[in-house]
Nanobody
């Protein structure tokens, strides 16, 4: 099992930036994917961005060009830099870990962080 600890998040005005970080510990297999899901009130949890340990990256269409995911594979960390934030980016962001391709059904996610709130509002 993998434990995920998130940091970052908060409140920002539209057009602003935030940075989320997540550190994994425990039994971390060398070939894995880490990513970020977002859940707005009343909505399902959707994949925002993910990055495999071998470098493959996936972005949701809604964030491509504004968000950047990066990893330190050796340190088991993942970071999401969020720029030009919009009100529709508001939600709880969850760090996720799984052993598979960058885009998998949510049921394939093995481990979740506790979630961190991101609010974009004027």
């Amino acid at each position: 099992q993998v434990q995920l600890v998130e940091s970052g998040g908060g409140s920002v005005q539209p057009g602003g930036s935030l940075r989320l970080s997540c550190a994994a510990s425990g039994t971390v297999f060398s070939i894995n994917t880490m990513g970020w899901y977002r859940q707005a009130p009343g909505n399902q949890r959707d994949l925002v961005a993910s990055m495999a340990s071998r470098g493959t990256i996936h972005y949701a269409d809604s964030v491509a060009g504004r968000f950047t995911i990066s990893r330190d594979v050796a340190k088991h960390t993942v970071t999401l830099q969020m720029n030009d934030l919009k009100p529709e980016d508001t939600g709880v962001y969850y760090c996720a870990f799984w052993t598979g391709y960058v885009l998998v059904p949510i049921a394939r996610v093995n481990d979740w962080g506790q979630g961190t709130q991101v609010t974009v509002s004027s």
